[in-house]
């Protein structure tokens, strides 16, 4: 896995929806799941939401939370 896509996929902002505005390592996972059972959008936005899924169903968030930028301190 490319650290530099990793780091911008948990950055990338949600363009659209009832989530637009977060950043994708911030969408809840019923969210993700949902997108996971319907189909991810294509393009980089759904490889990027895809890997998020990814993430969530193996418990790495967590461990990616301090990569996130401009989060409150």
Known sequence: MNQKLLL???NQTMPFGKYKGRK?????EPYLV???KNGFPKGKLGEQLALMYEVKLNGLEGMLRP???N???
């Open 8 to 10: 911008e996929a948990i």
């Open 24 to 28: 994708l390592l911030e969408l809840p």
């Open 34 to 36: 949902w997108f996971h």
């Open 67 to 69: 990569l996130l930028q």
């Open 71 to 73: 989060q409150p301190k």
